[in-house]
Every structure is written in structure tokens, then in C-alpha cells.
């Protein structure tokens, strides 16, 4: 029902910005509730943001401040822009989507890497 692709990871020195991109397709996007994940060598998947609508955010605490999630209807893309990155911050990103926030996060794309260097 939903597909979705990530882009935007890369290499990066510690201190810098990215701005990491998942394009949406398959339901109408305004619909979803979104997020971002990551996975760091040998840990499990861990929340990292989410936005409803074009108003309420979550951030894990370690990102706070830092990273800004954010969604283009028009294109169907969401964004995480991620700043003053660290190396903690390496690790494989995921977008996710769910139909409403009473069912789990049902939908994921295949991840992009980002890797902060020292």
C-alpha cells in the first residue's frame, strides 16, 4: 500500500549537516502519521522522530535540538535534517509510516547509511 525510499546519507565529519529524504508513494500522504528510525552497527532499531500533521513533533533525547523532521505534501517526501552531527549519530536511517497512530509503524523503507566521522 505504501512504498517508501530513502536518500540523502553519506559520509560526514563530526559537526556537520545532513538532510536525509524519504519519497512517499502508494497512499495519499497527508494521511500518514511518519517517522524516522536508525540502527547502529550491532544495536536494534531506535526512534528517532516524528511529525503529525504539520504541527506536533517527537524527538529522541539524544537528537533534540539537532535534528528537525519535517514533510513536503507536494512531493510526498518527508526530510530529516540532521546538524551539528556526532559519531554516535552513525548508523542506518529508516522513514516509516503508519495509517493512524493506533496501528505500528506498518510501513518502512530500505534505509540509507549516514556515517559522522571523528
Known amino acids: 500500500q505504501v512504498q517508501l525510499v530513502e536518500s540523502g546519507g553519506g559520509l560526514v565529519q563530526a559537526g556537520g549537516s545532513l538532510r536525509l529524504s524519504c519519497a512517499a508513494s502508494?497512499?495519499?500522504?497527508?494521511?500518514?502519521?511518519l517517522a524516522w528510525f536508525r540502527q547502529a552497527p550491532g544495536k536494534e532499531r531506535e526512534f528517532v522522530a516524528t511529525s503529525w500533521g504539520g504541527g506536533p513533533t517527537q524527538y529522541a533525547i539524544s537528537v533534540k535540538g539537532r535534528f528537525t523532521i519535517s514533510k513536503d505534501n507536494a512531493r510526498n517526501t518527508l526530510y530529516l535534517q540532521m546538524n551539528s552531527l556526532k559519531p554516535e549519530d552513525t548508523g542506518v536511517y529508516y522513514c516509516a509510516a503508519r495509517r493512524d497512530i493506533l496501528y505500528e509503524w506498518e510501513y518502512w523503507g530500505q534505509g540509507t547509511q549516514v556515517t559522522v566521522s571523528s
Open positions: 502508494g497512499r495519499t500522504f497527508s494521511s500518514l502519521g
